[in-house]
């Protein structure tokens, strides 16, 4: 049975087109509800003005001089980066061709990183629709937070970054456990479980609580449904059907075309292709390899009909990991793009 999950992504709010996810007033104004907007008891007649013109009206004009009147700097701040947001959505069909956009220029991202991954949470959250599978659910989460990475034993696992440092802080007590933490009390550790097929039934219990670890071991549930996701992902965006399946290494004298999930496996994959050699310590941060197949070859470029697209995926020297998915939209060999 088909489950829902991420009610913050304001999926629901969303309009369900054929060709994407349609914006809607009630998706803009949740954006109002979010602290850096909402005006504090503090706030100026100006921000506050503002604030209310738009909940009774996400879409009305708003004017240089209605910003200037926000009285606190930060705060204006934020009114620009959601109105630039707010432009840039409403100036497209979909918040897919919207996102897709962003990157097709080459040019620098105008959005705010949480906007960007606000885009990417509600059309994973499309693309996943109608699942019943918590591994899908949980690798689509690589999407749009940032992980923290271990890798012993030969076991990779990855965790939510932000659920981690939240927990480092108060040990899982909230406001109370940062209290305690001050005055050097000494609190339990919290162990993040990782998914598998005994506690799996409860990850749509608490899916907005982050705290499920993902085993991204080649030939375990989290890699086959991080690259089903994948798959979902390209199909969603660009309308290309792929098949992508975990691989332990790539053993390639035809390597051709590959592409980094992230800032850190791009440039491992691009010394390894040129034949250059790799630090053993870089290597050792490649957690995930993947083979990307066209299923039609009338979608790739003619010279690599038939060849297939090595995928990485890679975290920063402190064990970090924040995945680019747009690294798909723009670096396939595609003959067209929707």
Not at 15 to 38: I, N
Not at 281 to 307: I, S
């Amino acid at each position: 049975m088909a489950q829902d999950f991420w009610a913050s992504s304001g999926f629901r709010l969303l309009e369900k087109r054929e060709d994407g996810l349609g914006v809607t007033d009630e998706w803009l104004a949740r954006f109002l509800g979010r602290e850096e907007l909402a005006p504090p008891h503090e706030a100026g007649p100006g921000e506050r003005e503002l604030h209310t013109r738009l909940l009774l009206d996400p879409r009305v004009d708003v004017s240089d001089s209605d910003l200037a009147a926000v009285e606190d700097e930060d705060a204006r701040e934020n009114w620009e980066h959601f109105l630039r947001f707010r432009a840039r959505v409403l100036r497209f069909a979909t918040v897919e061709q919207a996102y897709v956009d962003l990157y097709l220029e080459g040019g620098e991202v105008d959005l705010a990183p949480f906007f960007v991954d606000a885009m990417a949470q509600a059309i994973v959250r499309a693309a996943l629709d109608g699942t019943a599978d918590p591994w899908l659910c949980r690798a689509g989460e690589m999407f749009f937070r940032r992980q923290r990475v271990s890798a012993d034993a030969g076991q990779v696992l990855a965790v939510d970054a932000a659920t981690v440092e939240m927990y480092a802080q108060t040990g899982g007590f909230g406001s109370v456990g940062r209290l305690l933490r001050t005055q050097n009390v000494d609190m339990p550790s919290v162990k993040m479980d990782v998914l598998n097929h005994e506690n799996a039934s409860f990850y749509f219990l608490r899916d907005e609580l982050y705290g499920f670890a993902l085993d991204l071991t080649p030939g375990r549930e989290g890699a086959r449904a991080l690259a089903e996701v994948l798959a979902l992902w390209v199909r969603r965006l660009l309308g290309v059907d792929v098949k992508i399946e975990p691989q332990a290494q790539v053993v390639d004298e035809r390597w051709r075309w590959h592409v980094g999930l992230d800032q850190d496996s791009t440039a491992i994959l691009n010394a390894l292709y040129r034949g250059d050699e790799v630090d053993p310590a870089d290597m050792q941060r490649m957690l995930a390899l993947f083979r990307l197949d066209f299923r039609d070859a009338g979608d790739v470029v003619a010279d690599m009909a038939g060849k297939p697209v090595y995928l990485g995926l890679a975290c920063r020297p402190d064990r970090t990991l924040k995945m680019k998915p747009h690294n798909l939209v723009v670096n396939l060999p595609l003959a067209n793009v929707q």
